[in-house]
């Protein structure tokens, strides 16, 4: 009787066992398919920080206006070329645009391999950086804009925007879009923590 009991006992514990197995398989596919569609919102977040960025660019690039009256001697025109913050705002939103577009094949392989920590890893930290670049140049131009919208009459800064309403329009919807671009990476540096932390 003993023998036969210790027979029933063991297809048992092996049964149990079996069963137990499909339930980590389960889980486990969970994991990967959060974290495939986290890889999958980033790279959509990334489409739309490049979209922003290069309409940054692209507005702050093309703000030159010339006023209709002009003298023997001067001609009145405001273009962005003129400050050298907004040729550093250029500069430095077209290498963050240019960056987005290089991570795009690392955002997809982060979505091919849902596990890789590296590409993970390695986006967060240059996207810290692209962060730090970003908001650097877009508070710099916004100091600029804010001056041109309300001069400074402790200093004597005249306020241009009333003559050159035009220029204003576009480096202020540059600056706009810049701060766009720098929520977009605050975002993107938050998926990717999520996406480091579940592993």
């Not at 004597?156 to 600056?175: E, M, R, T």
Request: proline share 4%.
């Amino acid at each position: 009787m003993k023998s036969e009991s210790a027979a029933i006992d063991i297809p048992e514990s092996s049964s149990v066992a079996k069963g137990k197995a499909p339930l980590i398989a389960v889980s486990r596919n969970e994991r990967g398919g959060y974290r495939k569609g986290i890889a999958i919102f980033d790279l959509i977040l990334r489409l739309a920080a490049i979209a922003t960025a290069l309409a940054a660019v692209a507005a702050m690039g093309t703000s030159d206006e010339t006023l209709p009256f002009f003298t023997q001697f001067f001609q009145f025109q405001a273009s962005y070329d003129d400050l050298p913050t907004f040729q550093f705002f250029v500069i430095a939103i077209a290498i963050v645009g240019g960056y987005l577009v290089l991570s795009l094949p690392f955002s997809i392989v982060a979505i091919v391999r849902p596990h890789a920590v590296g590409p993970r890893l390695l986006l967060i930290i240059l996207d810290a950086l692209a962060l730090t670049l970003n908001t650097a140049a877009g508070a710099a131009a916004a100091a600029i804009v804010y001056l041109a919208h309300n001069g400074n009459s402790n200093t004597n800064w005249l306020a241009i925007c009333q003559q050159y309403g035009d220029f204003c329009q576009k480096v202020s919807g540059a600056v706009v879009a810049s701060f766009l671009t720098v929520v977009i990476f605050v975002f993107l540096i938050v998926l990717s923590a999520f996406a480091l932390r579940s592993h």
